[in-house]
C-alpha cells in the first residue's frame, strides 16, 4: 500500500483538491486514498496541511 491517510486528517480537501487522479474521496471521518487508481505522485501528501499522509512500504 503506497500512501494512507492517518487519523490525523483534518478533512480539510487539500488533499482531494489536488489530486490529478481522482485518487482520494472524503469518508466519514477521514480522507480515503484508493490504492488501485493512485498514481503515487505524493501531491497528496505535500499539500496536506496536517501531515496526516504517509508513505507505507510493502515490505
Do not use: R, W
Not at 12 to 21: E, M
Request: aromatic share 4%; hydrophobic share 30%.
Amino acid at each position: 500500500m503506497p500512501y494512507i491517510v492517518t487519523s490525523e486528517c483534518l478533512l480539510c480537501g487539500a488533499c482531494i483538491s489536488g489530486c490529478d487522479s481522482d485518487a482520494i474521496t472524503e469518508g466519514e471521518t477521514q480522507a480515503i486514498i484508493d490504492v488501485e487508481i493512485c498514481i503515487e505522485c505524493g501531491t497528496c501528501k505535500s499539500n496536506c496541511p496536517s501531515d496526516a499522509i504517509i508513505f507505507e512500504n510493502e515490505d
